[in-house]
């Protein structure tokens, strides 16, 4: 009787003090977590409920979102959001897959240079590589013009931030070559790490290079591909920077999009209730995207 | 070894061909950057570019300097590394107990962590500075610092490492009388140190490249960061590529020589991140 | 470990430390100023805040410089966190009707004394009423004042025989004698004439200007509450811009805000600027290139008698809820606002002209003396109906609204758009 008092004493001890460590080790990391992303989140929620600007603070209920869905200016920058997420994910994935796949049979030195190379825009930093194709898209002296010019595909100077077909292209592009340095790097480490006797017993029985790929190779970099099309998709949906000095959502916003109509709303017209109420939707938007990800990685395991 | 002695195939020479002309469009933004920071205003607006100052001028760079440009990289380094040392400690910690501290709630906080994760940051950032300026520190570099630190992507690649962490050396440990303190700083973060080091990467180039948070928090000429900064010349002097140039060029330049340096730690830790994540 | 915790703590306290020093000085107050003439540059302002701390030691003035293309937000941004600076220069469109509206500025009327009143009140009745909201608080101080203009380059509209279109006796021009100009400018061989600038922020006032004045709309009704650029003559003139482009003699760019034009007519590009004013003409001297002569002009109207924008700027406090500060932020502005040496040698640094009648011509005589030539369109100074309730939105509005129109939107329905908008935001 006396032996299993102690055994449960000693074990709720043990417990306890396991309490108390897990959190003490939880404490710097929970603090920062709960202050700055839980604690705001839930006062986005709460905000989006109310006519917020910089004079009224009012409870409206759901109008702000009701107002939402009648907003064509939203609609349009849900519309480019989607354009740019859809245009430039699958394109980044197969661009630096096939980079990828030539370079990690280069050798050694080659393979580093390459992958450095395409890694530059990433550290560059978005600021600095926008403003220098700010000055390139420039229409009276840019550079695109006059080699374009040169080649003969233009026959007049292009306004390629100005018109309302070609600008959110523009932002695509840039966009495209700051976002394949890290798949890059990803898909050299993952095919490097391919199993080469599989590789090789195929090559044996007389496979093509397409069917090795395929059968082989393709399976087994699965979960990076996943990993990649998830941040590139995170990424594509926070382009922010490009839009915002590039084109500021015009013109007629022909480029903006969600981050950049939630910024408009919030630091131009003050308007901080409406813009919460776009953060919420946001948030919905890009959890479902991310739960589609998640359940075609478990189907493909 | 017979993949070593690969057949050279028409396709191959094309692709490297093709390789090599995409090497050099990826490299010419930079490029640009840096020559345009010597050229002068006639060579900035000529329609037909000047390839290469054949007489560059450091007038650009006399300019950039009557602004704080050298206090705005100092902000950006102070930002990028105190964001990216508290990241690392906290994470450490943190993914630690996640990983083999059994307390209760664990599950239910990891699950909270992770779905956080998606989120883009943008999306909280109206409350975020309302709740920096109650703090009172909007404005200064913590507003950028705090947030950052805050982002769940750390805890979460620190626990998938701290799984790695045989149980039986934490019992050890145990045993041998070390308290938690002492197991964590002996024992454990020896373990994890790849992993910390790869999350250190991380966090610097998210930290670099948050454009974002810094906008929002900023304002004063003399809290900006060097990525405010240009944007700012550019704002004020929108035609003036000469010295916007400039200040582009001394915002990447020291952070590309580190990048080319360290580039194999670079490479180490966005896989790892990769790997684990 | 341990070393780097005990860096981050020294770090820490550093810095704590270093913010609670800063508390503890004497009357501290900060300046926020947009680019208003010389006072967007630093050299200038330390100047006049070096003036200042002769007289008013006790008083310690930072400052901090904004831009047009994100100083708006900025403030914005300083509103919602509650880090607004004590004094901001600005004119009466963002003071009064933006952020004085909103319940963010102090009333300042003990710095209008009777003597300011009058003395202002002496150049124009309309300056006093723009700083002035419906019940009779002011939120601005002005200093200064000028009209909006446009400039040409004399050389190039002499090369193409086009200086015939012009009256270079009162530098105005009537919409036929504009729109021959374009088409000699474009036929001698000039790519680029002018360009209709509508990438956004600031500069709004040319391309509102050279659309109202072609037929002599009027952008506003009398008393200020709501927008009437879907009249006839609005309509008419946007879509005269509209057909010069298309007829390829104007250049319509969305891509570009008011600075890039400016540059682009001082690098010889454009052969002229719609966005310009004594002070453009002042900042830009040096970077004009070789061969331009630049040659300031009215907006075209069809009776060849214009009605100019104005612009007027001045200080404004916002309401922090420190009356130590408010005291002196007062003290300051009425220094370099109202004193017999300094008031005049502020309003020089801008460039423009002094809302004080009392100062008299401020430039004979010095280096800036080519300012007086501007003097001339002060007669043509137009309604201020920059105080409109909504002017944030429907300046966003306007550049949109003009850049549907050069992409080929129907003017009529993008102008009754644009000024539907406009007027839904206005606050009754």
Same mark, same amino acid.
């Given at each position: 009787?006396?032996?299993?008092?102690?055994?449960?004493?000693?074990?709720?001890?043990?417990?306890?003090?396991?309490?108390?460590?897990?959190?003490?080790?939880?404490?710097?990391?929970?603090?920062?977590?709960?202050?700055?992303?839980?604690?705001?989140?839930?006062?986005?929620?709460?905000?989006?409920?109310?006519?917020?600007?910089?004079?009224?603070?009012?409870?409206?209920?759901?109008?702000?979102?009701?107002?939402?869905?009648?907003?064509?200016?939203?609609?349009?920058?849900?519309?480019?959001?989607?354009?740019?997420?859809?245009?430039?994910?699958?394109?980044?994935?197969?661009?630096?897959?096939?980079?990828?796949?030539?370079? /990690?049979?280069?050798?050694?030195?080659?393979?580093?240079?390459?992958?450095?190379?395409?890694?530059?825009?990433?550290?560059?930093?978005?600021?600095?590589?926008?403003?220098?194709?700010?000055?390139?898209?420039?229409?009276?002296?840019?550079?695109?013009?006059?080699?374009?010019?040169?080649?003969?595909?233009?026959?007049?100077?292009?306004?390629?931030?100005?018109?309302?077909?070609?600008?959110?292209?523009?932002?695509?592009?840039?966009?495209?070559?700051?976002?394949?340095?890290?798949?890059?790097?990803?898909?050299?480490?993952?095919?490097?790490?391919?199993?080469?006797?599989?590789?090789?017993?195929?090559?044996?029985?007389?496979?093509?290079?397409?069917?090795?790929?395929?059968?082989?190779?393709?399976?087994?970099?699965?979960?990076?591909?996943?990993?990649?099309?998830?941040?590139?998709?995170?990424?594509?949906?926070?382009?922010?920077?490009?839009?915002?000095?590039?084109?500021?959502?015009?013109?007629?916003?022909?480029?903006?999009?969600?981050?950049?109509?939630?910024?408009?709303?919030?630091?131009?017209?003050?308007?901080?209730?409406?813009?919460?109420?776009?953060?919420?939707?946001?948030?919905?938007?890009?959890?479902?995207?991310?739960?589609?990800?998640?359940?075609?990685?478990?189907?493909?395991? | 070894?017979?993949?070593?002695?690969?057949?050279?195939?028409?396709?191959?020479?094309?692709?490297?061909?093709?390789?090599?002309?995409?090497?050099?469009?990826?490299?010419?933004?930079?490029?640009?950057?840096?020559?345009?920071?010597?050229?002068?205003?006639?060579?900035?607006?000529?329609?037909?570019?000047?390839?290469?100052?054949?007489?560059?001028?450091?007038?650009?760079?006399?300019?950039?300097?009557?602004?704080?440009?050298?206090?705005?990289?100092?902000?950006?380094?102070?930002?990028?590394?105190?964001?990216?040392?508290?990241?690392?400690?906290?994470?450490?910690?943190?993914?630690?107990?996640?990983?083999?501290?059994?307390?209760?709630?664990?599950?239910?906080?990891?699950?909270?962590?992770?779905?956080?994760?998606?989120?883009?940051?943008?999306?909280?950032?109206?409350?975020?500075?309302?709740?920096?300026?109650?703090?009172?520190?909007?404005?200064?570099?913590?507003?950028?610092?705090?947030?950052?630190?805050?982002?769940?992507?750390?805890?979460?690649?620190?626990?998938?490492?701290?799984?790695?962490?045989?149980?039986?050396?934490?019992?050890?440990?145990?045993?041998?009388?070390?308290?938690?303190?002492?197991?964590?700083?002996?024992?454990?973060?020896?373990?994890?140190?790849?992993?910390?080091?790869?999350?250190?990467?991380?966090?610097?180039?998210?930290?670099?490249?948050?454009?974002?948070?810094?906008?929002?928090?900023?304002?004063?000429?003399?809290?900006?960061?060097?990525?405010?900064?240009?944007?700012?010349?550019?704002?004020?002097?929108?035609?003036?590529?000469?010295?916007?140039?400039?200040?582009?060029?001394?915002?990447?330049?020291?952070?590309?020589?580190?990048?080319?340096?360290?580039?194999?730690?670079?490479?180490?830790?966005?896989?790892?991140?990769?790997?684990?994540? | 470990?341990?070393?780097?915790?005990?860096?981050?703590?020294?770090?820490?306290?550093?810095?704590?430390?270093?913010?609670?020093?800063?508390?503890?000085?004497?009357?501290?107050?900060?300046?926020?100023?947009?680019?208003?003439?010389?006072?967007?540059?630093?050299?200038?302002?330390?100047?006049?805040?070096?003036?200042?701390?002769?007289?008013?030691?006790?008083?310690?003035?930072?400052?901090?410089?904004?831009?047009?293309?994100?100083?708006?937000?900025?403030?914005?941004?300083?509103?919602?966190?509650?880090?607004?600076?004590?004094?901001?220069?600005?004119?009466?469109?963002?003071?009064?009707?933006?952020?004085?509206?909103?319940?963010?500025?102090?009333?300042?009327?003990?710095?209008?004394?009777?003597?300011?009143?009058?003395?202002?009140?002496?150049?124009?009745?309309?300056?006093?009423?723009?700083?002035?909201?419906?019940?009779?608080?002011?939120?601005?101080?002005?200093?200064?004042?000028?009209?909006?203009?446009?400039?040409?380059?004399?050389?190039?509209? +002499?090369?193409?025989?086009?200086?015939?279109?012009?009256?270079?006796?009162?530098?105005?021009?009537?919409?036929?004698?504009?729109?021959?100009?374009?088409?000699?400018?474009?036929?001698?061989?000039?790519?680029?004439?002018?360009?209709? /600038?509508?990438?956004?922020?600031?500069?709004?006032?040319?391309?509102?200007?050279?659309?109202?004045?072609?037929?002599?709309?009027?952008?506003?009704?009398?008393?200020?509450?709501?927008?009437?650029?879907?009249?006839?003559?609005?309509?008419?003139?946007?879509?005269?811009?509209?057909?010069?482009?298309?007829?390829?003699?104007?250049?319509?760019?969305?891509?570009?805000?008011?600075?890039? +034009?400016?540059?682009?007519?001082?690098?010889?590009?454009?052969?002229?600027?719609?966005?310009?004013?004594?002070?453009?003409?002042?900042?830009?001297?040096?970077?004009?290139?070789?061969?331009? +002569?630049?040659?300031?002009?009215?907006?075209?109207?069809?009776?060849?008698?214009? +009605?100019?924008?104005?612009?007027?700027?001045?200080?404004?406090?916002?309401?922090?809820?420190?009356?130590?500060?408010?005291?002196?932020?007062?003290?300051?502005?009425?220094?370099?606002?109202?004193?017999?040496?300094?008031?005049?040698?502020?309003?020089?640094?801008?460039?423009?002209?002094?809302?004080?009648?009392?100062?008299?011509?401020?430039?004979?005589?010095?280096?800036?003396?080519?300012?007086?030539?501007?003097?001339?369109?002060?007669?043509?100074?137009?309604?201020?109906?920059?105080?409109?309730?909504?002017?944030?939105?429907?300046?966003?509005?306007?550049?949109?609204?003009?850049?549907?129109?050069?992409?080929?939107?129907?003017?009529?329905?993008?102008?009754?758009?644009?000024?539907?908008?406009?007027?839904?935001?206005?606050?009754?």
């Amino acid at each position: 009787m006396q032996k299993t008092i102690d055994i449960s004493k000693q074990l709720k001890q043990t417990r306890r003090r396991e309490n108390i460590a897990g959190y003490l080790f939880m404490a710097p990391s929970l603090l920062f977590f709960a202050g700055f992303v839980i604690f705001p989140m839930g006062m986005c929620l709460f905000t989006s409920m109310f006519d917020y600007t910089m004079t009224n603070f009012d409870f409206v209920g759901f109008s702000n979102y009701y107002e939402l869905f009648r907003d064509p200016t939203f609609g349009k920058s849900l519309i480019n959001t989607i354009i740019i997420v859809v245009a430039s994910v699958p394109t980044v994935c197969l661009f630096s897959l096939w980079v990828g796949s030539i370079i /990690y049979k280069l050798k050694d030195i080659h393979t580093s240079f390459f992958r450095c190379i395409f890694y530059l825009p990433v550290v560059t930093g978005s600021v600095a590589v926008t403003v220098v194709w700010k000055w390139m898209f420039n229409p009276y002296y840019g550079l695109l013009n006059y080699v374009f010019k040169g080649l003969g595909i233009i026959s007049t100077n292009m306004n390629w931030l100005g018109n309302m077909d070609t600008a959110l292209w523009c932002i695509i592009l840039i966009l495209f070559t700051t976002s394949v340095g890290q798949p890059i790097v990803l898909y050299v480490s993952a095919l490097s790490n391919v199993d080469h006797s599989l590789v090789e017993a195929a090559e044996v029985d007389g496979a093509t290079n397409m069917q090795v790929f395929w059968r082989i190779k393709w399976p087994q970099i699965m979960p990076t591909t996943l990993y990649i099309l998830v941040i590139t998709t995170i990424n594509s949906f926070q382009c922010f920077a490009l839009i915002q000095l590039l084109t500021s959502g015009g013109p007629n916003y022909a480029t903006s999009t969600i981050m950049y109509y939630i910024y408009y709303e919030a630091f131009k017209l003050s308007r901080y209730g409406y813009g919460s109420a776009m953060g919420v939707i946001l948030a919905i938007i890009i959890a479902l995207f991310s739960a589609v990800q998640f359940r075609l990685a478990k189907s493909d395991q | 070894m017979d993949h070593s002695v690969q057949k050279v195939t028409a396709y191959k020479v094309i692709a490297v061909i093709l390789l090599i002309v995409l090497a050099v469009l990826f490299t010419f933004p930079l490029y640009w950057i840096i020559t345009g920071s010597f050229k002068d205003a006639r060579a900035i607006n000529s329609p037909a570019p000047v390839w290469f100052p054949l007489q560059p001028t450091d007038a650009n760079y006399i300019k950039l300097f009557t602004k704080p440009a050298g206090l705005w990289m100092f902000n950006t380094v102070f930002l990028c590394v105190m964001a990216m040392v508290l990241t690392c400690i906290a994470a450490a910690m943190g993914g630690y107990a996640l990983a083999k501290k059994h307390f209760a709630g664990r599950g239910i906080l990891f699950s909270i962590f992770v779905c956080a994760m998606a989120l883009p940051k943008q999306v909280i950032l109206i409350p975020l500075l309302k709740e920096m300026a109650f703090l009172n520190i909007h404005n200064t570099l913590w507003a950028v610092i705090l947030p950052t630190v805050g982002w769940p992507f750390g805890v979460f690649l620190m626990k998938q490492f701290s799984e790695n962490i045989p149980n039986e050396m934490l019992e050890a440990a145990r045993i041998d009388g070390a308290g938690e303190a002492r197991t964590f700083t002996d024992i454990v973060f020896p373990m994890i140190k790849p992993g910390v080091g790869a999350l250190a990467i991380f966090t610097f180039i998210t930290a670099w490249n948050d454009y974002f948070l810094q906008l929002i928090m900023l304002n004063d000429t003399q809290v900006l960061t060097i990525s405010l900064g240009i944007a700012k010349l550019q704002s004020e002097l929108s035609t003036d590529y000469g010295l916007i140039m400039a200040g582009a060029a001394l915002g990447s330049v020291p952070i590309i020589v580190i990048f080319l340096m360290f580039q194999k730690f670079f490479t180490r830790g966005i896989t790892m991140g990769a790997v684990k994540g | 470990m341990k070393k780097l915790l005990a860096v981050l703590l020294t770090l820490m306290m550093v810095l704590s430390m270093s913010t609670l020093a800063m508390a503890e000085a004497a009357t501290e107050i900060t300046l926020w100023t947009y680019p208003i003439g010389g006072w967007g540059n630093e050299e200038t302002v330390n100047g006049i805040i070096a003036n200042f701390n002769a007289v008013h030691p006790e008083i310690k003035v930072t400052v901090q410089y904004l831009d047009y293309a994100s100083g708006d937000d900025q403030v914005t941004t300083a509103i919602e966190a509650g880090t607004t600076p004590d004094i901001i220069m600005e004119g009466p469109e963002r003071l009064v009707t933006n952020w004085g509206a909103a319940g963010k500025m102090l009333d300042v009327s003990d710095l209008w004394t009777e003597e300011a009143l009058a003395d202002i009140g002496a150049t124009s009745q309309a300056v006093v009423a723009a700083c002035k909201t419906a019940d009779g608080k002011y939120y601005e101080y002005p200093l200064c004042m000028t009209t909006h203009c446009m400039i040409i380059d004399r050389a190039a509209f +002499e090369a193409a025989d086009a200086m015939q279109y012009i009256d270079e006796e009162t530098h105005t021009w009537t919409t036929e004698g504009f729109e021959n100009a374009l088409r000699a400018l474009a036929a001698a061989g000039n790519p680029v004439t002018g360009i209709v /600038y509508c990438g956004g922020q600031g500069g709004d006032q040319g391309t509102r200007a050279l659309a109202m004045n072609l037929y002599s709309a009027k952008f506003t009704n009398e008393d200020h509450t709501a927008y009437t650029m879907n009249s006839e003559a609005g309509v008419k003139g946007i879509q005269k811009l509209a057909d010069l482009v298309t007829e390829g003699v104007l250049t319509a760019d969305p891509s570009i805000v008011a600075g890039d +034009e400016i540059a682009l007519f001082c690098n010889g590009t454009a052969k002229m600027s719609f966005c310009w004013n004594a002070s453009a003409a002042a900042s830009n001297k040096t970077s004009i290139a070789e061969g331009i +002569e630049p040659f300031p002009m009215a907006f075209p109207s069809e009776d060849g008698v214009p +009605e100019l924008c104005g612009g007027i700027w001045g200080f404004g406090l916002f309401n922090n809820g420190d009356d130590a500060k408010a005291a002196a932020a007062k003290t300051f502005i009425q220094f370099v606002s109202d004193d017999k040496t300094q008031g005049p040698a502020s309003v020089y640094a801008t460039g423009f002209f002094p809302v004080r009648s009392s100062f008299g011509d401020i430039y004979a005589g010095t280096e800036k003396a080519d300012n007086a030539d501007y003097a001339i369109f002060m007669p043509y100074l137009g309604d201020y109906y920059n105080v409109t309730s909504g002017w944030a939105t429907q300046r966003t509005e306007w550049w949109n609204m003009l850049q549907r129109v050069f992409a080929g939107g129907d003017v009529t329905t993008e102008v009754n758009a644009y000024v539907d908008a406009s007027n839904a935001s206005i606050t009754k």
